[in-house]
C-alpha cells in the first residue's frame, strides 16, 4: 500500500501543505493559507526595519493550509499519512515561557510585537550584530563568527534577542527561553514545548546562533556575558545538542491530530530552515548551487568534509556540518532583498492609486476598486515586458540592490541602496532594468566569492516565484551569471525537501540520498546565457563593484 507524506513550508506571508506520494514523489495536492495579521500590515513598521509575526497566524494558517490540502485526499491516502517534515523562515525566534508558549499568546503581551516572532528580515538589531562583531574579534577567546562567515548579521539569533532584552524590561522579566519558528512547530505538533526538551535544529543552530562542535554548542557564557550582563544564565535555558533533519522530532500529537483530521503519532522530523530543504528538494548534490528566488535569496551549496577540511569560507552565511545532508556541510548565503525590490518600485509606482484615485470624481466605488486590482496586478509584468524592449546599451543608470542591507558576501544591515545615473529622460522602464540587473549582480557577487574562497559551481538549479513567473529577471540574471539555470519543476520545492525528510523520519528511506532519488520531480525549464549580453554585463559589473566600493560609507544608515 502506498504511503504519502506531508511536507510544511512556512513562508513569509503564508504557509503551504503539501501531500506527496513518498514512493514516486507524485505531488498528490497542496493548499495555502494567508496570514491574516501580517497580510493586513499588523505589527510591521518598516521606517524601523521592524517585521514582526503572530504566532497565531502560523497556528491558524497550519490548521487551514493542512486541511484545504488533505480535504481533496480520499481517505485511503489520509489515513496512509505517516511523515510530517517543516521548514521555516528563519532567523525567526520568539521569547517563550517555561512551557515554551510564545508570550504574545498571553493576554497582556497579545499585541507586544517584541513578544512575538521577529522576522527573518527584522532589522532592529543592528547595533548589537556590531558589537558582536566586535566583541568576537576582541575579547581574547574564541571568534564564534569564523564558522559564520565572520561576520554576525542582525537577521540572526543572538542580535535579536539582545536587541529585545535591552528594549523591553517587562519581556526581559518573564521571558524564560527562546525558540526558532522551525522548532516550535515540529514541538506544537508533537505535543512537547518544554524549551529544555525541544530537539534543536542543527541548520537553525549552526547557521544563526553560532553554534558549534568545536566549542561544544552555543557561545561560552563568559563570551555571551562579556557581551552583556543580560545574557548572563540564558545559555542554561536554551540547549546544548541540536539534531538533522532526518530525525524524528517526536509524532503527531492527539490534540493536532484532531485539529488537522489526521492520525495520532505520524512521525515529525526535525525542523530545518526553508532555503536548506529547498535545495534538497531541488536536488541539491556537491558543486550545485541552488538558488532560492522569491523576497529574498538563499543561496545554497554542499560539500563534503573532505573538501572542506578545516577551510574557513568567508563573508558567507555560515558553514554547518549536516544543514542541508547529513554528513555534508551546509553553505549559505544570499540577498537580503530580491524580489521584494520589485515590489517595491511596484509601490513606488502605485502611490498614487493608493492616494488620489479615491478622489477622482466621476467614478463610483466598483471601478475604482477594478481599476486599482487590474493596475497593481499587471505593473511588474508590463515592466519586464517594457525592460525587456530597450535596446542593450551603455545606459547611465545603475542601481545598488542594497535596499534591506547586504547579507553577503559580508552582511552588513547598515547598507542602504542606491539608483544612480537618471537624468530627464528616465523613464519607469529603464529604473526598473537596473533594479533588475542590481539584484543580478549582487547575485553574481556571492557566485564569486564562493569561487574566490575555494569552492567548485558547476551548476546552478533555481526556485521560488521568481524562476516560475518572471523570464526577463530569469534571463537577466542568467546572462549575468554567464552560466545555465535550471528551473526545478515543483512549485512547491521547499515544502517538497520537507516532505522528503519527513519520509526518511518516517523510516520509508534509510538517508535523504534515497528520498531525493526515489521522489525528485525534474525540471521544467532552463534558461542559456546570452553571448551578446554576457560581455557587456561584465563591464556594468566591474562598474557596480567599483561603485559599490566607493559608496558604502556614504550609505551606510547612522
Request: neutral net charge; charged residues 25%.
Amino acid at each position: 500500500m502506498s504511503r504519502y507524506v506531508i511536507g510544511l513550508d512556512f513562508g513569509t506571508d503564508s504557509v503551504r501543505a503539501l501531500v506527496v506520494d513518498a514512493k514516486t514523489g507524485k505531488e498528490i495536492s497542496s493548499g495555502i493559507a494567508y496570514y491574516p495579521r501580517w497580510n493586513s500590515g499588523k505589527y510591521i513598521d518598516t521606517l524601523k526595519n521592524q517585521f514582526r509575526q503572530h504566532p497565531l497566524d502560523y497556528l491558524e494558517g497550519m490548521e487551514v493550509a493542512v486541511k484545504i490540502t488533505t480535504d481533496k485526499c480520499n481517505e485511503s491516502i489520509k489515513k496512509n499519512i505517516v511523515g510530517i517534515g517543516i521548514d521555516t523562515t528563519g532567523s525567526t525566534l520568539c521569547a517563550v515561557d517555561e512551557y515554551g508558549s510564545p508570550l504574545a499568546l498571553r493576554e497582556d503581551f497579545r499585541d507586544e510585537p517584541d513578544a512575538m516572532f521577529i522576522l527573518w528580515k527584522d532589522h532592529t538589531a543592528v547595533q548589537e550584530a556590531i558589537e558582536i562583531n566586535g566583541k568576537a574579534k576582541n575579547w581574547c577567546g574564541i571568534d564564534y563568527t569564523k564558522y559564520e562567515g565572520g561576520v554576525y548579521s542582525s537577521e540572526w539569533f543572538w542580535a535579536k534577542i539582545l536587541h529585545v532584552l535591552r528594549n523591553n524590561e517587562q519581556i526581559r522579566k518573564v521571558a524564560f527561553s527562546w525558540v526558532e519558528h522551525c522548532d516550535w512547530i515540529p514541538a506544537i505538533l508533537s505535543g512537547n514545548t518544554n524549551p529544555l526538551k525541544i530537539n534543536r535544529s542543527r541548520c537553525a543552530a549552526g547557521h544563526k546562533a553560532m553554534w558549534h562542535e568545536d566549542w561544544n554548542g552555543l557561545p561560552s557564557e563568559a563570551f555571551l556575558k562579556n557581551l552583556d550582563p543580560l545574557l548572563d544564565g540564558l545559555k542554561d535555558r536554551l540547549y546544548k545538542e541540536t539534531y538533522t533533519s532526518n530525525k524524528k522530532a517526536g509524532e503527531l500529537c492527539e490534540k493536532w491530530a484532531k485539529k488537522l483530521g489526521l492520525k495520532p503519532g505520524i512521525a515529525i522530523a526535525v525542523g530545518a530552515l526553508d532555503a536548506h530543504m529547498g535545495a534538497v528538494g531541488g536536488g541539491i548534490k556537491e558543486r550545485i548551487l541552488v538558488k532560492i528566488m522569491g523576497t529574498s535569496t538563499c543561496d545554497i551549496l554542499v560539500a563534503s568534509k573532505e573538501i572542506i577540511k578545516n577551510k574557513l569560507i568567508n563573508g558567507i552565511c555560515g558553514q554547518v556540518d549536516g544543514s542541508v545532508i547529513p554528513g555534508l556541510i551546509g553553505l549559505e548565503a544570499g540577498q537580503s532583498a530580491f524580489g521584494d525590490i520589485y515590489a517595491w518600485f511596484k509601490d513606488l509606482l502605485s502611490w498614487p492609486i493608493a492616494n488620489i484615485l479615491p478622489e477622482v470624481k466621476g467614478l463610483n466605488e466598483n471601478n475604482r476598486t477594478q481599476i486599482k486590482r487590474e493596475i497593481e496586478e499587471k505593473i511588474l509584468a508590463r515592466l519586464s515586458k517594457d525592460s525587456e524592449q530597450l535596446k542593450f546599451r551603455n545606459t547611465t543608470i545603475l542601481a545598488l540592490d542594497w535596499l534591506n542591507g547586504r547579507r553577503s558576501p559580508f552582511a552588513d544591515q547598515t547598507l542602504t541602496g542606491a539608483i544612480l545615473g537618471l537624468n530627464l529622460g528616465t523613464n519607469a522602464p529603464m529604473i526598473y532594468r537596473a533594479l533588475v540587473e542590481a539584484t543580478a549582480f549582487g547575485s553574481r557577487a556571492i557566485n564569486e566569492q564562493f569561487i574566490k574562497e575555494g569552492m567548485e559551481i558547476d551548476e546552478i538549479i533555481s526556485m521560488g516565484g521568481i524562476p516560475k513567473k518572471d523570464s526577463y529577471v530569469m534571463q537577466v540574471t542568467t546572462d549575468i551569471l554567464n552560466k545555465p539555470i535550471k528551473v526545478a519543476s515543483s512549485n512547491e520545492t521547499c515544502a517538497l525537501g520537507a516532505a522528503m525528510f519527513g519520509a526518511v523520519a518516517a523510516g520509508i528511506y534509510k538517508d535523504i540520498y534515497e528520498a531525493q532519488n526515489s521522489m525528485k520531480t525534474g525540471f521544467s525549464n532552463i534558461y542559456y546565457p546570452k553571448k551578446s549580453n554576457v560581455e557587456k554585463y561584465d563591464e556594468l559589473y566591474s562598474i557596480y563593484i567599483s561603485l559599490g566600493k566607493d559608496l558604502e560609507k556614504y550609505l551606510r544608515k547612522t
